[in-house]
């Protein structure tokens, strides 16, 4: 009879969930259809309101569901909302200040209601937005409210030290409590060392890999003085054509650290937790370009370079180009789309070197130029989607329509700088990508390799104009949405700045030509 039970709870359960019943209805059904298949009505009705009643009477059995039930009422009624705000304000300083938050709230909450399921359901659901906006990884997000959600568990009231207590045969529930504040504590405290720990890796990252990168100048400048007897760049042309290829293959790697190129890319998209000042500088005006600075103050000081620098420079160029292009084109956060296309732009400035190996001053002074007019443009970029952080409280591009009718000055610096971006005349970066493909084309006139890797260049500038323009054609035209029509005035501070950008996108492309010649 157990066994002819079993089977039908068994069989009715698995037709039950596949055709898509909830499984506590499943659960009950195919109960009762055991019972009253294996003993007589009477008796099953009988025996199943005994059981309930005794249920009812044990004090574990009727704190769990309440304690759930407390849980869900608190979600519905927005104290995970303000339990949120409780924690940001005091732990909101700290780096990771979203994920400490997390894991704060669901110690607080999960003590509360003694439910782990709620506090992440409730919690997770106040956390994804902000996530979201502030460019956190979902998976590591998930991870945290996850682990996090089972403090609760631990600090009391936890429905774990009440089931404990069942299940150990009356072990004092009140003693059970008191053992689960400290390990509770610790193990809030530990997700949240974990947490700053993550926080601080992008530093971490960048350090260690532009410092890597350093060691390649340190060796090169190493065989210089052992050779010369000075440090002086211009020494660099006393060398033998084999120590001369090594020196500017080890610069060319410190520069590949200090500008993001592949395999030393790594560092940049983590810096995008910076503040948007903070990034615009980095990706502007200061680390990304001291790179390609000093690889281009080696080639002027070496005389006749060996082509295997150029080799090496215009390939990896082209190899970093197409990475940088493929990254952002899933981009939906404006911070993480710049990163990567900084990672892509500096790439035909290593390009441009490159094939000044091959002999073309045109491509050299093209992209020495570059590193000028994308500074100017990346930094209205930057601050475009600074402003937006500031004044809709989002910088994710699907949810930005109707800008211009909103912000006028913000939408057309955002057109600008997407133009300028994609090499568009008569945005300044067309003059120098100009001179740089004019280069590339009269060395490939003479060498097909390069020719072909100068025509995959033209392909992603035009893929790149065609990509930004979908994005300018969703952003900026249209009526606003729920969060551009919501948004805050855009302070007269920052549309001064943009404007005086906007100026200096649109006429240093030509300054820049004229003064090449």
């Keep these: 009879m157990a066994i002819q039970a079993l089977l039908v709870i068994l069989a009715v359960l698995l037709v039950l969930l596949f055709l898509g019943v909830p499984i506590s209805y499943a659960i009950a ?3 009762l259809t055991a019972i009253l298949s294996s003993i ?3 008796v099953a009705v009988l025996t199943a309101a005994q059981r309930t009643f005794v249920g009812m009477s044990k004090f574990s059995l009727t704190a769990i569901p ?25 732990l909101g300083k700290m780096p990771g200040a979203l994920l400490v938050t997390n894991i704060g709230t669901n110690a607080l909450f999960g003590a509360i209601s003694g439910s782990a399921s709620a506090a992440a359901a409730a919690v997770g659901s106040m956390i994804r937005d902000g996530a979201d906006e502030q460019g956190y990884d979902p998976a590591v997000t998930a991870a945290t409210n996850a682990a996090s959600s089972c403090s609760g568990l631990l600090i009391p009231p936890s429905n774990a030290l009440i089931t404990y207590s069942l299940a150990s045969g009356g072990t004092s529930v009140a003693a059970l409590f008191m053992a689960g504040y400290i390990p509770g504590i610790l193990m809030g405290l530990c997700c949240m060392v974990v947490a700053f720990i993550g926080a601080k890796k992008a530093g971490m990252k960048a350090l260690i890999i532009t410092h890597i990168g350093a060691l390649g100048l340190y060796l090169g400048s190493a065989i210089v003085f052992a050779h010369t007897g000075t440090f002086a760049i211009t020494a660099i042309a006393g060398l033998d054509a084999k120590l001369k290829a090594i020196v500017l293959l080890l ?7 200090k500008s993001a190129q592949v ?7 983590s810096a995008m937790e910076a503040p948007t000042p903070v990034s615009a500088y980095l990706h502007g005006a200061s680390m990304v370009k001291v790179g390609v600075c000093v690889f281009a103050r080696a080639l002027v000081s070496a005389g006749e370079i060996p082509e295997i620098v150029g080799w090496v420079a215009i390939i990896d160029a082209m190899v970093t180009m197409l990475f940088g292009f493929l990254m952002y084109l899933p981009q939906k956060d404006m911070k993480r789309l710049l990163a990567f296309s900084t990672i892509a732009q500096l790439s035909y400035v290593f390009f441009g070197l490159g094939l000044s190996v091959f002999g073309s001053q045109l491509a050299f002074d093209g992209a020495v130029c570059h590193i000028f007019n994308h500074a100017f443009a990346k930094t209205l970029f930057f601050l475009i989607a600074g402003s937006f952080s500031f004044t809709l409280g989002t910088r994710m591009l699907p949810k930005l329509r109707g800008i211009v009718k909103k912000y006028p000055i913000s939408g057309v610096g955002f057109g600008v700088a997407a133009l300028a971006i994609a090499g568009v005349p008569p945005m300044n970066t067309f003059f120098s990508k100009f001179q740089i493909i004019a ?4 060395v490939g006139a003479g060498n097909v390799a390069i020719l072909v890797l100068v025509c995959i260049m033209v392909a992603e500038t035009v893929a790149t104009f065609a990509w930004f323009l979908k994005w300018m054609g969703y952003c900026l035209p249209g009526e606003p949405s729920d969060e551009v029509a919501a948004g805050a005035p855009l302070p007269r501070a920052m549309a001064f700045v943009f404007i005086v950008l906007i100026i200096m996108v649109i006429v240093s492309g030509p300054l820049s030509a004229s003064w090449i010649g």
């Design 263 to 269: 395999p030393m890319y790594m560092w940049l998209p």
């Design 40 to 42: 007589d009505l009477n």
């Design 66 to 90: 309440f304690f759930i039930l407390a849980g869900n009422i608190m979600n519905q009624g927005g104290i995970a909302k303000r339990l949120v705000d409780f924690v940001m304000a005091i």
């Design 29 to 31: 059904v195919s109960s």
């Design 251 to 257: 610069v060319l790697f410190a520069a590949w650290a």
């Design 439 to 442: 280069g590339g084309f009269s």
